[in-house]
């Protein structure tokens, strides 16, 4: 598949709203994350950031723009919206939200609701030193070409497949990865040649929905 058969903008704006996705909201410990498009000489791209080396957790590992929701937030989307802003400068009004994907449960037991928005494409970004090494763009064609994706079974709670596009010097995996490939597969319809869950572990799709706030407990 080629963006040119996947459709436009607006065809992901559509597909986004048309979504009926269950939400769990029985969980306290929650994060938000956005996945923002922007159109840069006409070609939709996927904006990431790089952590910082010194942070205590997933330090230089690279992410969407997001965090931990704070008390004060009245929502999962202004939780996004604060975070963002922080993180890369990237003001609430240059963001247009599209739609919500599927939640998913962090390494360390966060309930993360991954927002889509295509964001202004005049936005510098101003990386906050203390949090984000670096700001960078990757087409969104790269992710279709299943040569540039690798995967590896591990076993942490249970088994399960790590996924990895290698774009430059930059890795990305993890979390971050499969909220690429799910956004491919409900933005523009992409079915992946390669399996993105364990056949030996459980749906992380599903895990999430029924998420409690305690880590899975494999069935013996």
């Given at each position: ?42 070609e ?16 230089g ?13 009245r ?7 604060r ?35 295509i964001?202004a494409?005049?936005?510098i970004s ?15 064609s ?6 540039h ?72």
């Open positions: 598949m080629t963006l040119a058969d996947s459709g436009s903008l607006e065809q992901i704006r559509s597909r986004l709203c048309n979504l009926n996705l269950p939400l769990n909201s029985k969980v306290k410990k929650r994060a938000s994350v956005l996945i923002p498009l922007r159109q840069i000489d006409g939709l791209h996927l904006l990431f950031t790089q952590r910082a080396s010194h942070l205590n957790s997933h330090s590992q690279v992410s969407f723009p997001g965090g931990k929701q704070d008390p004060q937030d929502s999962a989307l202004e939780t996004v919206l975070e963002c802003e922080e993180e890369i400068g990237l003001a609430p009004e240059q963001v247009e939200c599209l739609g919500q994907i599927d939640q998913i449960i962090s390494l360390y037991h966060y309930l993360v609701t991954p927002f889509v928005a964001i494409s005049d936005f101003r990386p906050n030193s203390d949090e984000i090494n670096a700001v960078f763009e990757v087409p969104l790269f992710f279709l070409n299943p040569t994706h690798t995967s590896e079974e591990i076993s942490y709670e249970y088994p399960r497949l790590s996924h990895h596009f290698l774009f430059g010097n930059y890795d990305i995996w993890g979390m971050t990865a499969k909220l690429v490939i799910r956004f491919l597969e409900l933005g523009i319809g992409y079915v992946p040649e390669y399996p993105i869950h364990h056949h030996k572990g459980p749906n992380w799709l599903r895990l999430a929905q029924r998420f409690t706030g305690q880590p899975h407990k494999p069935s013996q």
